[in-house]
C-alpha cells in the first residue's frame, strides 16, 4: 500500500465513521503487501476482519471461491477495500459480494488505481474512474456520497464513498419475485426460495425500492404478526391466511372439483366461508368445518355445515366418515398445529381423501420461522412422518409456486393409482 491510499482511508475513516464504537469492518483484499488499514479501525475500538484470496499477513479469511464471501447478508458495519479491485477479474461480482453483506446504513470505502504500471498479484486487470465508481453505486443502489480521481497522487487513485440505505421496519412487506421465463411451466416445479440469487432483481423505482429489497421471511414474519392479527378476513369474517395459499386452495378446489371439503379447525369462520365462495362459483359441494371452541365462529352460509366439537374425538371421525362416504372428499387441517395432534388428525382423516384429491396442512411455516408464539415441532414434523410410511400420498411442490407459502410441503395429494 502506497503512503497516499492509506492517508486517504484515515481521512474517510474519521469524516464518514463515528468515533470509538465496536462496529465490525471487512477488508477485501487484505493481503499486507506494505502495510494495511487495520490500525485506522482497531484503534477505535473496531471489529476487523481481512478478506483475501490467498493466505498471508493481515488475512483473516481465505476466499474459498473468490466471489462467494462466507457471510450472511447484512453482516457489516462498513466494507473497505484499496489496491486490490485491479486484481479481481470478475470485480463486479466482488462488489455485489460487499454490497450484499454490507448492512443497510453502513458504508463502503473503495480506493483503485486509475494509472500505473503493471504489477501483477497475480493478475492486473483494470483500472478505474470516478464515472467507474459511480457506474458501481448506481448498479447496486447505493447512495454515492464521493466519487473522484485524485490526479495528484503517483496512482492516480480512484476514491469512492458509497451508503447503503437505511431502512425502516414497515416497509419490509415484499419478498424477492424471480420472473418465470415464457416457457415455464405453472404445474411443474418450483425452485425453493433459497436458490434465487441475491442479487437478480434490479428495483427501478425508489420509492419502492426498500420495499420489494426484502427476504420472504421478513413478509411472513410481518404479515403472520401484523396483518393476519388484525387486518385479513374474507367478506368481513377473520380468516387466517396467506392470501396466496388462499389463492392456490381455489385453483385445487377447482381442479379437484370435490363434493365435499372437510376443514379441521374453523376459527371464526372466514376460510370455510372462503371455500364456501368458490363452491358456490362451481355450483358445486358442501364445507364441512370442524371448531372445537364455537364462540368465535360468525360465518353462514347454505353450503356450510359446522361440527363444534374436537376433532380428535371418535364420534366425531365416524361421523365425518359417514357425511364423506362416496364423496369426492377434499381435506384441510388448521387446527392444533403441534406435530403430535397434526400426524394424529392425518392418520385418522387422510383414508377419506379421494385419489386426486389433497389433505392440505396448513402452517407448517411455524417449523421454518421463528414465529413468536410457536415453539416446539409443528406441521412440517408431522408432514414428514406421514409421507414417510403413506406412499399413496405425494407432496406436490408445484403449489408452492408463488414462493410464499405458509404451508411448506402442505399441499398433500392422494395419487390416483398406488
Ligand atoms: C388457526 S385457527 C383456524 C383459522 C381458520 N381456519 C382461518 O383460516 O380463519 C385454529 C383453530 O383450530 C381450532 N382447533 C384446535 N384444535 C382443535 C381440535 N382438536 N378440533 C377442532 N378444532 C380445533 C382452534 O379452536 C382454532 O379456532
Redesign the pocket.
Known sequence: MHPESYQEMSRMVTQYLPTRRPIHVLDVGSYAVNGSYKPLFTERGCHYTGLDQSPGPNVDVVLKDPYRFPFPRNSFDVLISGQAFEHIPRFWETWSEMVRVLKPGGWIFLIAPSRGVEHRYPVDCWRFYRDGFRALGEWKQLEIIEAETRWETIWGDCIGVFRKPARTWWKGLLGRWRKPSAESNPHGPVEAPANINPSTPRIRDAEYRDWYDRPISEWALHHQAIVLAFRASWLGI????NPLDAWVMQEILHEVRPDIVV??????G??ALFFCTVLEGMAHGRVVS????GRHWKASHPRLTLIEA???DRSVIKQVQELCAGKRTLIVH???HTRS?VLRDLQAYAPLVSPGSYFVVEDGIVDVLDIPGFTGEGPLAAIRDFIRNHPEFEIDKSRERYLLTYNPSGYIRRRVSP
Open positions: 377473520p380468516t387466517l391466511k376443514e379441521i379447525g374453523g376459527g371464526a372466514g376460510s370442524i371448531e372445537a371452541d374436537d376433532c380428535a388448521d387446527g392444533d395432534a
